[in-house]
Antibody
Framework: EVQLVESGGGLVQPGGSLRLSCAAS????????MNWVRQAPGKGLEWVSY????????YYADSVKGRFTISRDNAKNSLYLQMNSLRAEDTAVYYC???????????WGQGTLVTVSS | QSVLTQPPSASGTPGQRVTISCSGS????????VNWYQQLPGTAPKLLIY???QRPSGVPDRFSGSKSGTSASLAISGLQSEDEADYYC?????????????FGTGTKVTVL
């Protein structure tokens, strides 16, 4: 059974940092592209970042470029999101999602809440 | 900010057919496949339709998708109470600043 479990969320002050993790199981992690998607309270879905299966290709949304860093460790079946210079508008539930066929997200984690507030 | 436009809400009585539109541009829907996600209250999104009109295993056949030009649509026929949820279209966008994944603004479906 495919499972994606996010962790690392919490309350952080503006300007602070946080590292999210996504533990994958039930599939060959190293064969799949992965993404982070977030959802602010009461709002819609917003794509954050993409990483290829090998980690060699990475994309970011303009809203996080230069502040967030996506990475993966295929030996540990894990995906990460390092978030720096956090702002109030980064407050959201962050989901990791497996991408299939270079197009769609077929499995999602349960999400982890990040709250940026003083 | 979303670049795919959806109506904020849609509704119907049980058994009715509901259609949700998704309007994009040549850089996203016009050149890439469209996927649809269902998000039940308090849960993570779930893949509903992929590659414009394909249903993953386990998705009822009352859900169907289509695409024409720079627009797509999701139809729910035989609406059921458990279909009450938020629905999002999505596609990759070949922007000048580099590829990005874009979601629709979301449509809340209410079963009357």
């Amino acid at each position: 059974e495919v499972q994606l479990v996010e962790s690392g969320g919490g309350l952080v002050q503006p300007g602070g940092s946080l590292r999210l993790s996504c533990a994958a199981s039930g599939f060959t992690f190293s064969s799949y592209e992965m993404n982070w998607v977030r959802q602010a309270p009461g709002k819609g879905l917003e794509w954050v970042s993409y990483i290829s299966s090998s980690g060699s290709t990475i994309y970011y949304a303009d809203s996080v470029k230069g502040r967030f860093t996506i990475s993966r460790d295929n030996a540990k079946n894990s995906l990460y999101l390092q978030m720096n210079s956090l702002r109030a508008e980064d407050t959201a539930v962050y989901y990791c999602a497996r991408e299939d066929d270079g197009s769609y997200y077929d499995y999602w984690g349960q999400g982890t809440l990040v709250t940026v507030s003083s | 900010q979303s670049v795919l436009t959806q109506p904020p809400s849609a509704s119907g009585t049980p058994g009715q057919r509901v259609t949700i539109s998704c309007s994009g541009s040549s850089s996203n829907i016009g050149s890439n496949t469209v996927n649809w996600y269902q998000q039940l209250p308090g849960t993570a999104p779930k893949l509903l339709i992929y590659s414009n009109n394909q249903r993953p295993s386990g998705v009822p056949d009352r859900f169907s998708g289509s695409k024409s030009g720079t627009s797509a649509s999701l139809a729910i026929s035989g609406l059921q109470s458990e279909d009450e949820a938020d629905y999002y279209c999505a596609a990759w966008d070949d922007s000048l600043n580099g590829p990005r994944h874009v979601f629709g603004t979301g449509t809340k479906v209410t079963v009357l």
